[in-house]
């Protein structure tokens, strides 16, 4: 395109704008397990006079070549805002809206700033915006993406991660910016989640997202296939044609009333998958066990996973067993320092699950943070791997006191 036609086609973007010939088409959000309507992307649909549909295809490459891009997300942002507000007027029940904005706006000094002024200015609260960024804006730049990632979140809005997967961001660099929610890239479900490899990935990412409290978006979910699979690995949150197509603003307001008002009220527990059932018994289990150790017998090997601080000299998350109940029994009293070594060394375990015992349970006192020894009951259940011959242990610790 020479520079002629790209300022007429800039002009002519201009002139859309005006005659708001540009406006959001809504995408509504489904939770995984309700099947309710939980928030909604816009999307950019450029509709001429004549009723043509101009796809964002068509006019978001030429944008993103310069900072016109900036306008549009400003202006799809107006827009947006102006809906929520009408919604609210005829007391339409409403949903997060996410708001594609550009990775060029990392480098537009005071974005928060406008966001806060255009949201405020409709007096739309912040929770029902949210940002979303695609994942290319999360490669380079890490220490400002940080900065940016946390002045958004500290003015109340949240941050999603568009097309994770897609690129070459490692999952490491998730962990390092603070956000709130990933979309799963729609060429990650390219194969129908009927490819060994495929579910891999997928399962892969959504339990390391999980395990980061992050909320899971898929995108582009056309197939009951695809959205069993999806639901079977916990995903939170799905978006794609098997549900609704992007859709005016009439149209989803229609929705936003019937989908609130026929929901009907069906029994969580009845309906979720079975992984977000087993999220909520760890949940529990950590309520009634703030220490939970796999450990490995047969290998000499453990694994910790704790929510609280549970003794004041802190073991390492995961090593060697023998290690672990060394060091954790120097946290004991010194009266039960032997007696736990004793009953948790490898071979007496080891005895014990071969007479067919099934727990080995003891009492010991342990020194708190604050100086103080409590009565601590530690219970080594053996579990089998259904695929593996080695002995398995999970240790379930409490306070008594
Ligand atoms: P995106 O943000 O990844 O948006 C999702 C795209 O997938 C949308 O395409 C949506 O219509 C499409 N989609 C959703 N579900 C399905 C499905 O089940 N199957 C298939 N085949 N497609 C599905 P759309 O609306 O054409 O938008 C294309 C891209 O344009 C967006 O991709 C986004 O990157 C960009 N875009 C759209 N609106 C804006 C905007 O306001 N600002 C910026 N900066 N970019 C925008
Ligand atoms: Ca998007
Ligand atoms: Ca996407």
Redesign the pocket.
Known sequence: MDINEKEKKLLAVKEAYKKKEIR??Y?PQYDAVTNKIISA?????WIKADGTMV???DY?PF??ESNA?LE??W???DAVCDMLKRQREQRIPSVPIA????RRHILEGGFVELLCETVNRYGISHRLIKV?L?ESTFIDNTDEVERFANSVREAGFSISI??FGSGLSSLSLVKDISIDEL?L??ALLSRNCEDEKERIVLESILTFAHRLKLVTVA????TSEQLGFLRTCGCKVI????FA??MPEQEFWQLCLKETQDAEIEDILKIQAVSSAHQLLIDAIFMRYPLVIFSNLTRNSYYMMTYENFSATSCAGSGVFEELIQSGSMTMHPEDQERFRTTFSIENQLAAYARGEKVISLITKQLGDDGIYRRVETSNYFVKHPSVDDVLVISLCHNLD
């Open positions: 959001p088409y995408q992307e816009a999307l950019t649909r796809l964002p295809v978001i944008l993103e891009i549009l997300d202006y799809m942002l708001v594609n904005f550009s979303e695609t568009d097309d979309k890239d729609r995108e582009g979910v056309e978006q794609g044609y098997l197509k992007p």
